[in-house]
Nanobody, 119 residues
Framework: QVQLVESGGGLVQAGGSLRLSCAAS????????MGWFRQAPGKEREFVAS????????RYADSVKGRFTISRENAKNAVSLQMNDLKAEDTAVYYC????????????WGQGTQVTVSS
């Protein structure tokens, strides 16, 4: 069982930066693939970024490549999403997700944190 708690959301102007953090509980965190997803009003939840349990495999959605960076610290049971050059279209609720195999269909979700980018 893994519990996820996100933090770091807020209001930022276009071009600004935010860093989201996800604290995970559970002794097997280091063996879980982790990811970030987001859901904008009136839209379906979409994939943003993922990182394998080892940290060696990282993927990004095309819309955030070059602007967002995902990282993890297994010793701290934490995963982060550094978001730079934010755009109005990045406005969404961001969710942390975890899965022992692949975050394509995560078993575990956080409660979400709101990110609002003003233009």
């Amino acid at each position: 069982q893994v519990q996820l708690v996100e933090s770091g959301g807020g209001l930022v102007q276009a071009g600004g930066s935010l860093r989201l953090s996800c604290a995970a509980s559970g002794r097997t965190f280091s063996r879980y693939d982790m990811g970030w997803f987001r859901q904008a009003p009136g839209k379906e939840r979409e994939f943003v970024a993922s990182i394998s349990w080892s940290g060696r495999s990282i993927r990004y959605a095309d819309s955030v490549k070059g602007r967002f960076t995902i990282s993890r610290e297994n010793a701290k049971n934490a995963v982060s999403l550094q978001m730079n050059d934010l755009k109005a279209e990045d406005t969404a609720v961001y969710y942390c997700a975890a899965d022992p195999a692949s975050v394509t269909a995560p078993d575990y979700w956080g409660q979400g944190t709101q990110v609002t980018v003003s233009s």
